[in-house]
Nanobody, 127 residues
Framework: QLHLVESGGGLVQPGGSLRLSCAAS????????IGWFRQAPGKEREAVSC????????NYADSVKGRFTISRDNAKNTVYLQMNSLKPGDTAVYSC????????????????????WGQGTQVTVSS
């Protein structure tokens, strides 16, 4: 059973940076594509970014493009989300999710293809 745990969230001023980590246990991430999602109070969950199984394909929401970078380190069984130039609108609970790569061919999963989810880490951007 794959388990995902997010870390790295916290309080940061506008314009600051944070790096979120999604650490896996119970299985290797080598065979999974990974996505990052966020949900603010009173709003629907939003897909932020994703990375394909081998890391050759990445996607970003328009709202974070150019500011966030997703990466993976399979040796550490961890996926990262580097967040720069943070804005108050980025405030949310950030969660990572994993999708089996058996039916994925150099692409990110659709939302219905994710099989495992972490509990999330809070990111607050405020002055």
């Amino acid at each position: 059973q794959l388990h995902l745990v997010e870390s790295g969230g916290g309080l940061v001023q506008p314009g600051g940076s944070l790096r979120l980590s999604c650490a896996a246990s119970g299985s290797t991430l080598d065979y999974y594509a990974i996505g990052w999602f966020r949900q603010a109070p009173g709003k629907e969950r939003e897909a932020v970014s994703c990375i394909s199984v081998r890391g050759r394909i990445t996607n970003y929401a328009d709202s974070v493009k150019g500011r966030f970078t997703i990466s993976r380190d399979n040796a550490k069984n961890t996926v990262y989300l580097q967040m720069n130039s943070l804005k108050p609108g980025d405030t949310a609970v950030y969660s990572c999710a994993a999708a089996s790569g058996l039916l994925l061919f150099g692409r990110c999963p659709t939302v219905n293809e994710y099989d495992y989810w972490g509990q999330g880490t809070q990111v607050t951007v405020s002055s």
